[in-house]
């Protein structure tokens, strides 16, 4: 083996409760999120894609961390950290949150998980949000409980979840809505079950309480979705562009507000919570993004994910950059996620896209590129 062809795995990175089960499953290829070891390979990119829409996949997620937060007022505290209106979250209930700066800035698009009024779990995209929120109540003067639990989901996604689901919790399953969660165990694991899931397919997400049933469970799931064909998977680049799903990291950081993003029904400046970015957002809200997010198909052979940024051109004008790029085989083409300027956004726009040396027709593309039922 040359030198930078191996990765060290060392005990600075850490491993999740599957760690060892993923391994003996096949993975081949990591990647580091909230500092620890996450699958994004198997088989191949196209088997595991196949695997993901036509059948079922399980998926090794515990690197999707949680902060917890518990103590008299913790509901009152979350709403100062989102600008979403949280006024009618319920318990049992999952809410998609935006953290932002005071600059208005994203810096961690969350689901957030209502236990009790004064017990909530955020469930965090790649970030070090923990120090945030502590250091927030901390300022505050907040006497709240705030920490990293022993808490570490997988997720069954797939046209076939709900009955491997089924085949393990049993019919009940069924009756659990989208963005809904329950609180169960499985063979004695301690477990928080919710109707989520990171891809453009019908899902769920395990969230395990006791890291010490990690290997067990998951073979408790390979084994109960052999007969529906499960394979173990990971989240997939093409999948989550084909859904419109934005990475944090990769579509979006603290320099984008949710309206760059499309997502700016998500923030609520009329309520009465003085959340934090507040004035700034008001402020972004009525400037009007000077970018928007947006999809393009490429055309020409299938190219591998990018691994940059790539520039969009109008004519000799640059008007963009490509932020995430994949090839999808139902779509049949090279899709993706770029910011346009905004009068560049409707479909059917020709532009084109710098590709290492060359430069490769493109069309805009609405959002989504697959619309599925996985909210059914």
Not at 149 to 169: C, H, K, N
Request: with cysteine; hydrophobic share 40%.
């Amino acid at each position: 083996m040359r030198r930078g062809d191996a990765i060290n795995l060392s005990n600075r990175v850490r491993r999740s409760p599957f760690f060892e089960a993923t391994l003996a499953s096949g993975a081949q290829d990591f990647t580091i999120y909230n500092h620890m070891w996450m699958p994004t390979l198997y088989a191949s990119a196209e088997d595991d894609y196949r695997a993901l829409t036509e059948r079922v996949t399980l998926w090794d997620t515990a690197a999707e961390r949680q902060v917890e937060i518990r103590g008299p007022g913790a509901e009152d505290f979350v709403r100062r950290l989102t600008p979403r209106n949280l006024d009618r979250w319920a318990v049992g209930q999952c809410k998609y949150l935006f953290l932002c700066d005071e600059t208005g800035g994203i810096i961690n698009d969350p689901v957030g998980l209502k236990l009790a009024d004064d017990h909530i779990w955020l469930s965090l995209a790649d970030g070090d949000i923990l120090h945030w929120v502590k250091g927030l109540a901390l300022g505050w003067g907040l006497t709240l409980s705030i920490t990293e639990p022993d808490v570490s989901p997988l997720q069954v996604q797939g046209p076939r979840a709900t009955e491997v689901m089924e085949a393990v919790v049993g019919p009940s399953i069924r009756d659990l809505k989208f963005f809904r969660f329950a609180e169960t165990e499985i063979d004695g694991a301690p477990v928080v079950i919710s109707r989520t899931g990171w891809s453009n397919e019908r899902g769920y997400e395990i969230f395990l309480c006791d890291g010490s049933f990690g290997n067990a469970l998951w073979e408790r799931f390979m084994a109960a979705g052999k007969p529906f064909g499960i394979a173990p998977g990971a989240p997939n680049q093409a999948n989550r562009i084909e859904a419109g799903m934005l990475s944090y990291g990769a579509d979006m950081d603290r320099l984008n507000t949710p309206f760059e993003i499309g997502l700016g029904r998500f923030v609520d400046l009329g309520q009465d919570m003085d959340f934090i970015g507040k004035p700034a957002l008001a402020r972004a809200r009525d400037e009007g993004p000077k970018r928007v997010i947006a999809g393009l198909k490429i055309e020409g052979e299938p190219q591998p994910n990018n691994m940059t940024r790539e520039p969009v051109f109008f004519g000799t004008e640059r008007v963009g950059e490509v932020t995430s790029r994949a090839y999808s085989p139902r779509v049949g083409a090279n899709i993706a996620l770029a910011y346009l300027d905004p009068g560049l956004t409707e479909p059917r726009t020709r532009l084109c896209v710098e590709i290492g040396d060359r430069h490769i027709d493109a069309t805009v593309h609405s959002l989504p590129f697959i619309v599925t039922d996985k909210r059914a």
